[in-house]
């Protein structure tokens, strides 16, 4: 069984607001969850800051047991320092180029 951290939709149109669930991969996104570990709010607010709220301890919990985060998930645990941060595929070309091009001294 796999087990998926993403995000289930709530609120209303126009306003969405979404819960951070632990689920099998398998259901529907608002089926009911094996757990809700956080939520997230997409809409910035006054001070133009969009809220996250987690619970660590389950967040490493799951990480720990083999649950996969959904790309959005990913995200925002990267943000939060919860996992490390992926390697971009531009990164990886520009480190070759930048190791290729000779280095030419200052005088």
């Given at each position: 069984m796999v087990v998926r951290m993403r995000l289930a939709r709530f609120g209303?149109?126009?306003?969405?607001?979404?819960?951070?669930?632990?689920?099998?991969?398998?259901?529907?996104?608002?089926?009911?969850?094996?757990?809700?570990v956080g939520t997230y709010n997409p809409i910035p607010d006054a001070a133009g800051n969009k809220v996250v709220n987690l619970n660590f301890d389950r967040v490493k919990y799951w990480l720990t047991v083999g649950a996969q985060p959904s790309e959005t998930v990913e995200k925002?645990?990267?943000?939060?320092?919860?996992?490390?941060?992926?390697?971009?595929?531009?990164?990886?070309?520009?480190?070759k180029q930048f190791q290729q091009s000779p280095s030419t001294p200052s005088s």
């Open positions: 209303r149109r126009n306003l969405p607001y979404y819960h951070i669930v632990v689920a099998n991969a398998r259901t529907a996104r608002n089926s009911k969850p094996i757990e809700k925002l645990l990267e943000k939060a320092n919860l996992i490390p941060e992926r390697p971009k595929p531009w990164m990886q070309s520009a480190a």
